[in-house]
């Protein structure tokens, strides 16, 4: 069985502030599942934020709900075109009240900036070299000259 959408539900204590700044980092919100609970956040065709209030994130499980300011609960890495593109997005939600809780990451083949949104939930924006996707980090470094575990 091929899953065929992706909804990731994290937690949020400020619905609206959240709304705005997912929707500075470029993605919009679909009305037909958001109210004064939730947000439907669409990334793409397939993939969707549910930003839900921690009061009613606590409804679907029996576990506590961690405040992501002070726990990782998840850490969700999504993929840009090029580096240009993860220092756009990074910008963006540093301007819309995002805070980078660590220095740019780069591995040669490989490219990350960690973003956390203002409730703290860790979003690592990343570009990977398309051979190295490919071939894997050694060998796409090895062709280039350097070692993949030098640059980790």
Known sequence: MTATNIFVNIPTSDLERSKAFYEA?????????????AACVVL??????????????????????????????????????????????LERGLNAGGSEPREAQD????YSRDLEDPDG??????????????????????????DASASA
Do not use: H, W
């Open 107 to 110: 591995y040669g083949f490989m």
């Open 25 to 37: 980092l470029g993605y919009t919100i679909n009305p037909l599942f958001t109210d004064e609970n």
């Open 44 to 89: 793409d065709e397939n993939v969707f934020f549910m930003v839900l209030t921690r009061e009613y994130l606590a409804t679907f499980t029996d576990k506590e709900i961690i405040d992501p300011a002070k726990q990782a609960g998840a850490m969700v890495a999504l993929s840009c075109e090029s580096r240009e593109g993860v220092d756009a997005i």
């Open 121 to 146: 939930n860790n979003l690592s924006y990343l570009y990977m070299a398309p051979a190295a996707a490919e071939k894997g980090p050694e060998a796409y470094m090895t062709e280039q000259g350097a």
